[in-house]
């Protein structure tokens, strides 16, 4: 596996702010994702992270809302923009070490709550 | 549409007693099957997957989970639970080949009596 770390471990954010949230990893991977879970619900892939190009949107989920980045092999950051109180969640990236077992592993996650 | 379904959304056994949750999946083609344990305040640790072969998988902490075909299911186990085991589980599966949407199913969380 690999260690997975991600800043801020939680926050507390005014309505109408944004939060970028960073994904860092200790190896070199293939695929990043972020996952967003909403309180007591399951988790629900946001998108993923492309290295050196835009990312991956999953229904529901627009760049303008959730921008991401990837500059690299390692890291990748999500931003909630123009916060609301629905925004409350847990935010998760995971990364794939190789293919072609898509196995993921978790960062520890995010857990943003907005006021 | 692919979908995972995990019927029990609480369970509570007895320290010491065995333990099964139980997963059904909906797909075209057998996917990548995986379980995984989310403790309080916690992200998210895999316990254990199945790509082929063995229909029976070993993962960490004692777990163990079955994969039938016939069945559409993946049931985790483990024959006897300890108080650190109270969690919640999360079943998930990934097409074959895909770019890797993990669909999960919405969890089971698990209570501990001593």
């Known amino acids: 596996s690999a260690v997975i770390s991600q800043k801020p471990s939680r926050d507390i954010c005014q309505r109408g702010t944004s939060l970028t949230i960073q994904c860092q990893v200790d190896?070199?991977?293939?695929?990043m994702f972020w996952y967003r879970q909403q309180p007591g619900q399951s988790l629900t892939l946001i998108a993923t992270a492309n290295q050196g190009s835009e990312a991956t949107y999953e229904s529901g989920f627009v760049i303008d809302k959730f921008p991401i980045s990837r500059p690299n092999l390692t890291f990748s950051t999500l931003t909630v923009s123009n916060m609301s109180p629905e925004d409350s969640s847990i935010y998760l990236c995971s990364v794939v070490l190789q293919r072609p077992t898509d196995t993921q592993y978790f960062g520890p996650g995010t857990r943003l709550t907005v006021l | 549409a692919q979908s995972v379904t995990q019927p029990d959304i609480h369970i509570t056994v007895s320290e010491g007693a065995s333990l099964e949750l139980r997963c059904n999946y909906s797909?075209?083609?057998?996917?990548?099957l995986f379980w995984y344990v989310q403790s309080p305040g916690q992200g998210l640790q895999l316990l254990l997957k199945y790509f082929s072969g063995d229909t029976l998988v070993q993962g960490i902490k004692g777990f163990e989970a079955e994969f039938k075909r016939s069945q559409s299911s993946f049931n985790l186990r483990k024959p006897s639970v300890h108080w650190s085991d109270a969690a919640e589980y999360f079943c998930a599966v990934v097409a074959r080949g895909s770019q890797g949407n993990l669909i999960f199913g919405k969890g089971t969380k698990l209570s501990v009596k001593p």
């Open positions: 190896s070199q991977v293939t695929m």
């Open positions: 797909y075209g083609a057998t996917p990548y």
